[in-house]
């Protein structure tokens, strides 16, 4: 069976590199044989001393708020789940990145439904509104004795071009941005998002280090303005301090001058995060940037994280949270490419807002554990508040939320209603609704379910977790084999194919040594 999985990964890295050919990443820091080769970075730099702890161990980079894992609930104790949604992908990338470096992955940097929702799925679209929910069960992989319970949830499409929009990128320019992989990349990445937008699109483009500077304020995305947008994004240049506080309000009050009314209006951040002049405090940040997500004149946030060694994941997190926004971390050109040329619409057109989730379970469970969202529960209070401040889903995007349930003895019949809440923003008027479905024992599974349990048992082994049980790589390897024809219809799934075997392949090292 080891031979017939090594056969199958190089099938994947083969159609990988079809797949990919015309996205060529820039030099992370790895030879010609995935080595690491010591902190070089494209360019003749070296990565920062942070990236070392006291020991000397690499220490991956990033800072990350702790989590704590969401745990078993007792159904007679306590029958409802609740939590918010967004659709988050940072910590799928960054995994990536240090599984790459051959490294240890950090427990932290493992948020497993960011993980899960890094995929497209076949979940069905919605008929009518913004979401549609369906529901999926299946045998738990590394727990004989429990059942995963899955629901999919899939957005409508809202093309980007269905409004005009008014974009403002914030460009990081400090000197912990300097590097082909970092300041290198963002420059690439925005000048593929320019191109992508349309004639009655706005672009702006503020930058920061010690001081602020507007370098665009409100070009037109016609052919020539286009050009003109992408000439001043070539010429900017790392150096100094990172004041993002001061970066942030120009940037606001630029959207706030140019806004659409019912267009799309948006902050695009690209930044390590570290923060270090002007206001760099957490708590004052996040309500700076919410009392944005209030103001009569309403801009998103997105924000693209990159870099390593002072990268403030953290940081970043909060700011995606506090702007309605969302939150990808790019390690490369092709993560560049899935956020700014695959999921345009997805990244920049928001169509339920405040969306969260309830799941209140029947008798016929007898326990409970949500994996993920670990940060992002809710009261019951809140999910009935439409008031509350959740997350926000873009456009032709999926998001799951995967429970591992225990059933009651001899159970039979319904097990759970699932209902998400969101305000659907694709009208002339934001809308509150309300969508409700149910799982049955006799509910089916699907490829997808597979396919994310193995994401799911992946990120149980990377986070160490107390929950894991039997979860190990090599039998996530085993069961993507049995789904190589649904694997090889998406280059990102067969990304993680790779992903799972350098990872399996660093574990058999560890134990080895």
């Not at 630029?254 to 995060?273: M, P």
């Not at 403030?312 to 700014?340: P, Q, V």
Request: overall charge negative; glycine content about 10%; some cysteine.
């Amino acid at each position: 069976m080891k031979k017939s999985i090594t056969v199958f990964t190089a099938v994947i890295a083969a159609f990988m590199a079809i797949s990919f050919a015309a996205c060529s990443a820039p030099n992370r820091g790895f030879d010609g044989n995935e080595n690491w080769s010591g902190g070089q970075v494209a360019g003749g730099g070296s990565m920062p001393d942070e990236s070392e702890d006291d020991s000397g161990e690499w220490s991956g980079g990033f800072v990350h708020d702790s989590i704590v894992e969401n745990g078993f609930t007792e159904v007679a104790k306590e029958p409802s789940s609740y939590f918010s949604m967004d659709r988050n992908t940072a910590s799928y990338s960054q995994v990536r990145y240090q599984i790459e470096k051959g490294g240890k992955v950090f427990a932290d940097s493992v948020r497993i439904e960011e993980l899960i929702n890094y995929f497209d799925y076949d979940f069905p679209a919605p008929e009518e509104g913004a979401v549609a929910v369906n529901t999926y069960l299946a045998d738990c992989p590394w727990n004989a004795e429990h059942k995963l319970m899955l629901a999919g949830i899939k957005t409508a499409e809202r093309k980007t071009d269905s409004v005009n929009g008014n974009y403002v990128f914030l460009v990081d320019v400090s000197g912990s941005m300097s590097g082909d992989d970092r300041l290198g990349l963002a420059k690439n990445g925005l000048k593929m998002l320019a191109d992508n937008l349309g004639d009655g699109d706005i672009i702006s483009l503020v930058t920061y280090a010690n001081g602020v500077t507007t370098v665009l304020d409100g070009g037109e995305c016609s052919q020539s303005g286009k050009e003109a947008v992408k000439s001043a994004i070539d010429k900017l240049k790392a150096g100094g301090g990172t004041n993002g506080s001061d970066g942030l309000q120009r940037a606001y009050k630029i959207a706030e001058k140019h806004y659409i009314t019912g267009g799309n209006n948006r902050v695009i951040i690209i930044s390590d995060g570290d923060f270090n002049v002007g206001i760099y405090d957490k708590d004052t940040l996040q309500e700076m940037i919410s009392e944005r997500t209030v103001a009569e004149k309403k801009v998103y946030l997105s924000v693209f994280g990159m870099g390593m060694g002072n990268m403030r994941d953290d940081m970043l997190e909060m700011l995606a949270k506090s702007g309605n926004g969302n939150y990808a971390y790019l390690d490369n050109m092709t993560e560049a490419e899935k956020a700014f040329c695959h999921e345009l619409d997805g990244t920049l057109v928001t169509v339920a807002k405040d969306a969260k989730a309830g799941v209140t379970f029947e008798e016929n469970v007898a326990k409970y554990r949500l994996i993920g969202y670990d940060t992002k529960i809710i009261s019951k209070d809140e999910f009935e508040d439409d008031t509350t401040d959740t997350g926000e889903i873009g456009s032709n995007l999926c998001v799951a939320a995967l429970y591992e349930i225990e059933l009651a003895a001899n159970a039979e019949g319904k097990l759970a209603t699932v209902e998400v809440k969101y305000k659907d923003v694709t009208g002339e008027a934001e809308t509150d609704v309300s969508v409700k479905t149910e799982v049955f024992t006799s509910s089916p599974s699907s490829n997808d379910l597979s396919f994310i349990a193995c994401v799911a048992e992946f990120g149980l082994v990377l986070r160490q977790s107390a929950y894991a049980e039997n979860a190990n790589l090599y039998a996530v390897l085993e069961r993507l084999e049995g789904l190589s024809a649904y694997i090889a219809a998406d280059p990102y799934r067969a990304d993680f194919v790779m992903l799972a075997g350098k990872a399996s392949e660093i574990t058999i090292k560890a134990k080895i040594n």
